[in-house]
């Protein structure tokens, strides 16, 4: 089963946010909008924004302002 068109552009937009293990606030939110744009999260981009959400929380990845 391949993935939706949206969840392909959500793993690209997360790794090129996560690179540098820093994400800024735009870069969170652009990926907020392409996960919710079609008005449906799918599973495949429910579990990439899980993965991004855990890498905050235990900050593997720093949320930066800027």
Do not use: F, W
Not at 44 to 55: G, P
């Amino acid at each position: 089963m391949g993935y939706s068109e949206s969840a392909e552009r959500l793993k690209t937009a997360i790794v090129k946010a996560i690179e540098d293990h820093r994400i800024t606030r735009d870069e969170y939110d652009e990926i907020i909008n392409i996960a919710t744009e079609d008005g449906h999260i799918d599973p495949h981009e429910r579990a990439l924004l899980s993965e991004l959400q855990e890498m905050i929380e235990d900050k593997s990845v720093k949320l930066v302002a800027k």
